[in-house]
């Protein structure tokens, strides 16, 4: 009778670890949302950017095709991904006003680079998008460290 108590109460004992395990890992993942709700905007921009600076890889219609691609996923993601933020109401406070002025600055920027027909245009274009991404690489960074709790099981 002795062992089933021990068995039973070793059986309660792993459920509990593996519950509290599991609620630190939602904890985590929940913590996490408004840093990559942040960081989802930027990932088209830096794809029409690579795809800049790869121009000579692609002919034009292909490029073309990609960059409107590219546009549309911007437009998706810019008008779903700042969701993210409103957890909380301190993060939003915090970085929703630079997440909203980057996502209009990518929006016009990116606008003006899709118009442009001329060659010039199109390296005007790109300076200004490189600029604006490069800044918000800077704040995406900051927001890292604020945002982004290390796991303690990995230490």
Same mark, same amino acid.
């Given at each position: +009778?002795?062992?089933? !108590?021990? =068995?039973?109460?070793? =059986?309660?004992?792993?459920?509990?670890?593996?519950? +509290?395990? !599991?609620?630190?890992?939602?904890?985590?993942?929940? $913590?996490?949302?408004?840093?990559?709700?942040?960081?989802? *905007?930027?990932?088209?921009? &830096? !794809? =029409?950017?690579?795809?800049?600076?790869?121009?000579?890889?692609?002919?034009?219609?292909? $490029?073309?095709?990609?960059?409107?691609?590219?546009?549309? +996923?911007?437009?998706?993601?810019?008008? $779903? %991904?700042?969701? &993210?933020?409103?957890?909380?109401?301190?993060?939003?406070? !915090?970085? #929703?006003?630079? #997440?909203?002025?980057? $996502?209009?600055?990518?929006?016009?920027?990116?606008?003006?680079? +899709?118009?442009?027909?001329?060659?010039?245009?199109?390296?005007? %274009? #790109?300076?200004?998008?490189?600029?604006?991404?490069?800044?918000?690489?800077?704040?995406?960074?900051?927001?890292?460290?604020? *945002?982004?709790?290390?796991?303690?099981?990995?230490?």
């Amino acid at each position: +009778m002795k062992k089933w !108590k021990f =068995v039973i109460i070793g =059986v309660i004992g792993i459920s509990i670890i593996v519950f +509290m395990y !599991k609620q630190h890992q939602t904890i985590l993942e929940y $913590r996490q949302i408004p840093y990559y709700s942040l960081e989802l *905007l930027a990932s088209p921009i &830096g !794809k =029409v950017i690579e795809l800049h600076e790869n121009d000579d890889n692609y002919e034009d219609d292909e $490029r073309k095709e990609m960059l409107e691609d590219l546009n549309v +996923m911007f437009s998706t993601i810019s008008n $779903r %991904a700042g969701v &993210g933020l409103t957890t909380e109401q301190k993060i939003y406070d !915090k970085y #929703y006003d630079e #997440y909203n002025d980057a $996502r209009a600055d990518f929006a016009v920027i990116l606008e003006k680079y +899709m118009a442009a027909e001329t060659p010039e245009q199109h390296e005007q %274009a #790109y300076k200004a998008l490189k600029e604006v991404y490069d800044e918000y690489q800077l704040f995406l960074e900051q927001a890292e460290e604020d *945002l982004m709790l290390p796991d303690p099981t990995l230490q």
